[in-house]
């Protein structure tokens, strides 16, 4: 694919509408022209419809499209953070019902006048379980899992940001219209490996790679 036949994006549209409020301030256009032509900048889809706002004036260059950014990948937490957050997502469960439990054990207990009231019934739903997530959690440090657990949140966040992106694409393939208001599932496939090709679109992020422990 040529360069002109490139799309541009909304950064290359913003220089090309920067050199022509020059040549505007220089009196190499005037007050219609430039209005025309700002319109048309920010309406340009590819490097060749801004190109043509662009020959006849002297001082201006044309725009040189930057290279393709890949997906953000979210900065690796310390370990210190990765083990408490880990420890969060294996307790979470635990303690948000150890305080369910225990309120309604306190109601009963405080507006009950049967001295059996008393004994903290929750102790047999919790102590099972507090057993279990304390096993999970020595087995787990022992074998990696916040590591594994602090990729698997990274993975999820990026998929979720590739999801927005192609969201994004969408909406301005449909307003261009190269696709229609409610494409097919094949015409978005279709749509997005072109895009992936072209580099307006990352590749779908992979799921981290196991690591040996």
């Given at each position: 694919?040529?360069?002109?036949?490139?799309?541009?994006?909304?950064?290359?549209?913003?220089?090309?509408?920067?050199?022509?409020?020059?040549?505007?301030?220089?009196?190499?256009?005037?007050?219609?022209?430039?209005?025309?032509?700002?319109?048309?900048?920010?309406?340009?889809?590819?490097?060749?419809?801004?190109?043509?706002?662009?020959?006849?004036?002297?001082?201006?260059?044309?725009?040189?499209?930057?290279?393709?950014?890949?997906?953000?990948?979210?900065?690796?937490?310390?370990?210190?953070?990765?083990?408490?957050?880990?420890?969060?997502?294996?307790?979470?469960?635990?303690?948000?019902?150890?305080?369910?439990?225990?309120?309604?054990?306190?109601?009963?207990?405080?507006?009950?006048?049967?001295?059996?009231?008393?004994?903290?019934?929750?102790?047999?739903?919790?102590?099972?379980?507090?057993?279990?997530?304390?096993?999970?959690?020595?087995?787990?440090?022992?074998?990696?899992?916040?590591?594994k657990h602090a990729?698997?949140?990274?993975?999820?966040?990026?998929?979720?940001?590739?999801?927005?992106?192609?969201?994004?694409?969408?909406?301005?393939?449909?307003?261009?219209?190269?696709?229609?208001?409610?494409?097919?599932?094949?015409?978005?496939?279709t749509f997005i490996?072109?895009?992936?090709?072209?580099?307006?679109?990352?590749?779908?992020?992979?799921?981290?790679e196991p690591q040996?422990?």
């Open positions: 694919m040529s360069r002109e036949q490139m799309r541009a994006a909304d950064a290359d549209r913003q220089k090309v509408a920067d050199q022509l409020k020059s040549a505007l301030e220089e009196g190499r256009l005037d007050l219609s022209e430039y209005d025309e032509r700002l319109r048309d900048a920010y309406a340009a889809r590819t490097y060749g419809d801004l190109d043509r706002l662009l020959t006849d004036l002297p001082n201006a260059a044309p725009v040189v499209p930057a290279a393709p950014q890949a997906m953000a990948v979210p900065a690796p937490a310390g370990a210190e953070h990765m083990t408490r957050d880990w420890l969060l997502h294996v307790w979470g469960s635990w303690v948000r019902a150890t305080a369910f439990f225990t309120v309604i054990w306190a109601f009963g207990w405080i507006f009950s006048s049967d001295s059996d009231a008393a004994f903290y019934w929750p102790v047999w739903i919790l102590g099972p379980w507090g057993a279990v997530a304390l096993l999970r959690t020595i087995s787990g440090l022992t074998q990696g899992e916040p590591r990729d698997a949140q990274a993975h999820r966040q990026m998929l979720r940001e590739h999801k927005e992106e192609r969201r994004r694409l969408y909406k301005e393939a449909i307003v261009a219209g190269e696709l229609p208001a409610n494409p097919t599932k094949e015409q978005r496939k490996a072109e895009a992936t090709e072209r580099g307006d679109l990352p590749p779908k992020p992979r799921r981290p040996g422990g």
